[in-house]
DNA sequence: TTTT
DNA sequence: TTTT
């Protein structure tokens, strides 16, 4: 369908540390259960409440893959895009089941660290294991610098995508 | 936990003719089948393929149901901005189901029509329902023009949420 | 013109602490430079290159101001949600000047705190100004708890607007 | 700066046919502007009243700008993901001067038709120029179906990005 | 002027 | 079950 968008974003915190599987050829997919959640005061009592919403998150590209393997553990908070996708399964009895995750995938997915924390309790903010900086990543892919005349300089992703950085284009 | 963001954004297509039904206490509630579907060319073949995603998109909100009431119909394009809820029940034999869908409710929940058709085949733009302009709506609920010293002008949503369009703040 | 979105999504990192003015009639607006940046590597030299990109926030809303004026520090880390607005202004010499800014006025506007940091250097989380969380802020503005035939129960946000979340909704 | 995000979605209808000039070195540029517009009620008059603000779009990219050049006219419904940025130039005088536009240029930005019209008269839909579909286009750039493993099968993007349709992976 |  |  033309002029269709599915887009999921979310920032919340993961569940649990990641699990990585690999398909049989090879390729890496990985699994997060990410928390978000909506606090309000009660109308009537005024107490606080809180809800909390689990959200299956799947990735599927070699790059971000490896950036959930080395950096993403239990309690780390994530900037998550990514597009709605219900799969359709069988159960043990043989019934349809549906389950609607949130997949990164293909163009426009990201998946970005919002702290350098991992497994919950200790901040490793400082004394980290990322070498001086979250890591985040887009779903590049292998997009080489292939061309569509980019000469030379900067390019942010390769390709005909990108404007080098110190061009003074006239615009 | 503070700093989550659950939002979910949509451009697509009413698979059918919304179902409205009322809560035990009068509210409404609508349900919509929403398409999105992406196009690719297949790498070997070169063939053109594309896939559908359907989603389920509940509506909680008086206003946003009346739009939804008179104005989409199947066929109709719209753009959602809501929140992932994955909500469970039990199936006939007592086991647990899950299912995930795409709720209108709170702050920040819109739904606008982005064209001026409703049942798949006339083209109603011009010839219009909507007296000029397709509807959209916005979650504001029944927000009054209360206090917060707004002592006149226009208000885009009432209350002191709004700056008055024709002011001319000094900033 | 029906059916158009105006949405920008931010985050990143305040540069100073923020400025509060009034209006005359008493309504107050928040100032914030929020710097994003983005990193890539350059296709010939191989180094990392970094550009960062300065936004001017305009916060109308005595809530978010609130928040903004107690807990948003420079060198906080934001998340924002808010639309673009360009205003027309005069220089001195009378010609016409343009600035655009990202306004956080009406429905939909959001601002977020994704740390619970403030004034650069010192790690607050933990010994936290927070009394247990990051604070966060949505545009409800005075949106009180009017009619709909809300009986009881929770409210996200008052009116109608709200399902209350201990319903046991037969969706 | 780790964990930022720079991101405008606007849905609007671009005011005049675009320009579409060349670089040096012959990379296109395409320059929209487009209109997005608010309707509320004054709250005291009740008069409806709208404001409509305009935005200037710039499309670096080979492909997008394809896309602009044979598709986008005046009037045409547009929905644009790209990211902020603000340019510094001088005018006459020597003085500095500012731009912000909306930048769709690396990852992540999209522009899709939302309609089959152009040059605001005419309903395009039915006897179309797009031969079968409003065109829609991500920034892909030259994203080739490079190693990964990929042996066969369709690809959404090409390399090590997609997973096949039709695959079967037991996630 | 931020952040890493 | 939509749309192109």
């Known amino acids: 369908m033309a002029g269709s968008v599915n887009k999921v974003i979310l920032i919340g915190n993961v569940g ?14 990985a699994n997060l259960r990410i928390a978000t959640s909506e606090t309000w005061r009660d ?22 893959c490896k950036v959930v393997e080395q ?10 895009e990514g597009a709605l996708q219900t799969r359709k399964w069988q159960d043990q009895t043989g019934n349809d089941r549906y389950s609607t995750e ?3 995938q293909g163009f426009g997915s ?16 400082g ?9 985040s990543y887009d779903d590049y892919g292998s997009r080489p610098s292939s061309g569509s005349g ?3 300089g900067a390019s942010r992703s390769g390709g005909s995508l990108s404007r080098d950085m110190d061009d003074d284009i006239p615009f």
Do not use: C
């Not at 950096?71 to 998550?80: H, S, T």
């Open 71 to 80: 950096y993403v553990k239990k309690g780390a908070k994530l900037y998550i």
């Open 150 to 152: 980019s000469s030379g």
């Open 102 to 104: 949130v997949v990164l």
């Open 43 to 64: 109308r009537n009592s005024g107490e606080r409440r809180e809800k909390t919403e689990w959200h299956n998150v799947v990735v599927f590209n070699e790059g971000l």
């Open 16 to 29: 649990a540390d990641p699990e990585i599987r690999r398909t049989q050829d090879g390729r890496p997919i």
């Open 127 to 135: 004394g980290s294991d990322f070498g001086g900086g979250a890591p």
């Open 110 to 125: 990201t998946l970005t660290m919002l702290d350098g924390r991992g497994e919950g309790g200790g901040d490793r903010r």
